[in-house]
């Protein structure tokens, strides 16, 4: 009897063990739940989108002409300034054509100027020329030359006017051949000087478009270059949340290279046309100070400031489901519908709960929530 009593009081104490083991080890845990406070403040209303960075203008620099390309003198990243040259692109027989057009001109000079001491010559012959006529013209009317005589001194005064009139076509003729060598030396060297690639603009390259050697068309780029004050996020926002977005509001932009960073911006441009087929809506956002060094199209998290909430209750966004959050009361849990006035990326500006409300955490390892269920905290 009393082996059977022993038996009974060792299973008693097994099973009460078990129980209490149970109790502390799995029911009071999957009943215990942590929880938030819902509390009085302020709210920053934000937009969320995801963009690339860009640039407000992207400059393709290319040459006015085709050819082979000798050199360039910038790469990606480096910086650039109005005016510089950017590459060289091969003359060819142009500076051959340059050189022989200069010929050309001097010897018109030349020839002008040898022109110009004969018509000196010629004009003193005349001066000489027209005494002799003026002094034969008086004897021959007094009777004292004869007449083979003065027709000798007015022929000898028309052969040194017809010499001077053609003195002075041949320096006519010189002095228009210059303005034609001139002009043919000032185009060939525009053209030389267009297959030097200048930049239009301070800014940095981004991309070279390009190599040596290469035989590009006309407007073909060469690099392409960034003015970095005008570098900014294109980001992508969907339709039904951006209607509170306005130009100049305060924006946080997040690298994905610099994923711990949270650089200032602000909204700089909304774009006039959404996408149709996306629904969204692209708004340009500038940085406050650009990062140097920075790469179009990297991708980029924008969260924009749309406006601020005073003396609102704030819960964790996290929080909210369905509508509504689970709260403590009395020991159990209870479900709470709420009105929302404004949120952003982590709290809720809410209506239907009380400031220092204990909201609980949702925890799928635990058993599930339901109206009135037991809870501990």
Known sequence: MRNRWLKWGILALVIGGAAVLFYKKVYLPKSTYNYETAKQGELNLTVF??????????????????????????????????????????????PDQLAQAKAVLEKSRFETEASRQELRQLEAQQELARAN??????????????????????????????????????????????????????????????????SPMDGTVVSKDAEAGQTIAAQQPIVTVVDPREVWVKAYI???????????????I???????????????????????????RVVDVAFDKVPIPFYLNEQAEVTITTGLLHDVLLVPIRLVRHGGVWVYRRGEAHFIKLEIL????????????????????????????????????
Request: proline content about 3%; glycine content about 8%; overall charge positive.
């Open 238 to 252: 969907y339709e039904r949340i951006s209607g509170q977005i306005a130009k100049k509001q305060k924006a946080q």
């Open 133 to 198: 006529f003026r002094r034969y013209e008086t004897l021959n009317k007094r009777g004292y030359a004869a007449q083979e005589e003065y027709d000798k001194a007015r022929t000898d005064l028309k052969v040194v006017q017809a010499q001077i009139a053609a003195a002075k076509a041949r320096i006519a003729s010189s002095l228009a051949e210059q303005k034609r060598s001139q002009k043919s030396i000032d185009a060939l060297q525009q053209k030389i000087d267009r297959l030097r690639v200048l």
């Open 254 to 280: 997040v690298l994905r290279s610099k994923a711990g960073q949270k650089l200032r911006g602000f909204v700089a441009r909304i774009e006039a046309e959404s996408d149709p087929v996306t629904e969204e």
């Open 342 to 377: 404004g949120k952003n990326d982590r709290f809720a500006a809410v209506k239907g709960l009380r400031e220092g409300e204990k909201i609980l955490v949702p925890d799928p390892h635990k058993k599930p929530l339901f109206e009135g269920a037991d809870i501990r905290l």
């Open 49 to 94: 989108g995801i963009g690339n960075v860009s640039a407000k203008n992207i400059h393709p620099i290319a040459s006015n002409t085709g050819g082979k390309i000798l050199k360039i003198f910038k790469d990606q990243g480096e910086s650039v300034h109005k005016g510089e040259i950017i590459a060289t692109l091969d003359p060819v027989d142009l």
